[in-house]
């Protein structure tokens, strides 16, 4: 092929490449907070684990045609934390840890992408399953030095002017004594305030000129304003990630703009790694992959006009698959039926209602129908014993009437420790690692995310895409 024969080729197929990039409408950001290439794996094997094979199950975010890896350090640190992490996400630059928006000299502001689509005629969205000032939505639209600044982030949230945003609530709402709550101040920023789940969204929702989606007020009380139930512990009546994504969908396209921006994070993927619990991780990585689901429903009817990128800001607890014996128990995990803190929740308020009933029968007889522990899942004579021996703390409090709940609590950490012994699961920490995390994505354009990268291309390949100007 002569020179000038493969340039006319080249230009052609950057015309085609382009072409087919400006017409991305709908752009879907997924943010899985703590999910490395681990947390998939293992949610693959439990998955395979339940039809008796051994290998994996695929789920839907790791079928998806374009698959890479994730560097997650920090401007300052080795092993990010999610504010640094969510901002190199959010903005396609690093900062220091702690830091939300901003540059490594804690003053500079750097807009996120989600501006840089609001700027271009589109929509915007921002949701997670924790608060809505938490560090990584807050990266899509704060500017604060410091991530614990909840009152500032909640304020740049309602400066910001997006469409929608959804999750738990603000953490900590009303923390400035004698100003008007952040719920007050969304309001007066024309923003409605939903709290009666995706019923009322489906009522009321479409009406609002610009919509906050929240979790009701009961939870937010029982859970301090700070996340929605795992999904393990969810009712009928509790707001999900799946409903989430399906009203901010649903939502935006009702703005009629120029497409849109849809940042979903789930964000107890982090919550369940930092406790180190095990069968809660699986449920949340699969409930996170339903909210992915109802996103692909959408690409599917429109597979010209979108894209979809999933990663994470980080992995959290060191997980990995194997104790030392080669062989793996991820089946097991399906007994676990509540995740550790609302089992210690339970036994609390058990013992609360009638301490003359809480006897060493009934918490064993909880352990094992909650947890399976001693029940359907078999345990050795030293597991059984730490376990008897955490019981009679128990007992022993509740004689001495004293920090009863700590010796509960104290029962429901090792049976935890247990539940990945016995599945042959083990924890580096309870806190981050420099592991990397998965990248997948489907979509127009979507293949230059391929192979190994670093997190802060993510976002300026996305705009690029769908045709946003990336601004600082």
């Not at 030095?145 to 400066?159: A, S």
């Not at 603000?170 to 007050?184: A, V, Y």
């Not at 979108?306 to 399906?334: N, Q």
């Not at 004689?399 to 699961?425: F, H, M, P, Q």
Request: charged content about 25%; overall charge negative.
């Amino acid at each position: 092929m002569t020179k000038r024969l493969f340039s006319i080729v080249a230009t052609l197929f950057v015309a085609i490449a382009l072409t087919a990039q400006s017409q991305v409408k709908y752009v879907f950001y997924f943010i899985g907070d703590g999910m490395g290439v681990n947390q998939i794996n293992v949610t693959e094997t439990y998955l395979a684990a339940l039809k008796g094979k051994i290998g994996f199950e695929p789920i839907l975010m790791s079928s998806l045609p374009v698959v890479g890896m994730v560097n997650t350090y920090s401007a300052t640190n080795g092993v990010t934390d999610s504010a640094a992490g969510g901002t190199a996400l959010a903005t396609g630059k690093k900062t220091k840890n702690g830091a939300i928006g901003v540059l490594e000299d804690l003053e500079t502001p750097c807009n996120s992408i989600a501006v840089w689509a609001q700027k271009a005629g589109a929509a915007v969205g921002v949701a997670t399953n924790v608060a809505i000032t938490h560090a990584t939505p807050a990266s899509f639209y704060g500017h604060q030095r410091d991530r614990n600044m909840y009152w500032e982030l909640g304020q740049d949230l309602c400066k910001s002017g997006f469409d929608f945003f959804a999750g738990c609530d603000f953490h900590k709402p009303n923390t400035k004594e004698g100003q008007p709550s952040l719920r007050e101040q969304a309001r007066a920023a024309g923003y409605t305030i939903l709290t009666g789940g995706y019923k009322e969204y489906q009522k009321k929702g479409r009406k609002a000129d610009k919509l906050i989606m929240l979790q009701s007020d009961y939870q937010n009380e029982k859970l301090n304003s700070d996340h929605i139930p795992y999904a393990l512990d969810q009712d009928k009546n509790d707001l999900t990630l799946e409903q989430i994504t399906r009203a901010g969908i649903n939502y935006l396209m009702s703005k009629q703009k120029n497409g849109f921006f849809f940042q979903i994070e789930g964000g107890m993927i982090d919550y369940a790694c930092h406790r180190n619990d095990i069968g809660n991780v699986v449920s949340e990585v699969l409930d996170f992959d339903k909210a992915i689901r109802v996103a692909y429903e959408f690409y599917e009817q429109h597979p010209d006009e979108t894209i979809i990128v999933i990663s994470a800001d980080h992995e959290t607890g060191g997980l990995v698959m194997g104790r030392g014996p080669y062989e793996l128990h991820t089946d097991l995990l399906k007994y676990q039926t509540r995740s550790i803190d609302e089992t210690k929740w339970m036994l609390h308020q058990l013992y609360k209602k009638a301490p003359a009933k809480f006897t060493p029968e009934l918490i064993d007889k909880q352990v094992k129908t909650i947890l399976g522990l001693g029940g359907a899942i078999e345990i050795d004579k030293k597991q059984r014993e730490r376990i008897d021996n955490r019981i009679g703390d128990i007992e022993k409090a509740i004689k001495e009437g004293d920090k009863v709940n700590d010796r509960i609590n104290d029962l429901c950490e090792t049976c935890k420790k247990i539940l990945s012994e016995v599945a042959l699961i083990s924890w580096a920490s309870g806190g981050h690692s420099n592991g990397y995390v998965p990248v997948y994505a489907v979509g127009p354009g979507t293949e230059v995310l391929q192979g190994r990268i670093d997190n802060i291309e993510i976002a300026p390949a996305m705009a690029r895409i769908a045709g946003y100007q990336i601004e600082d």
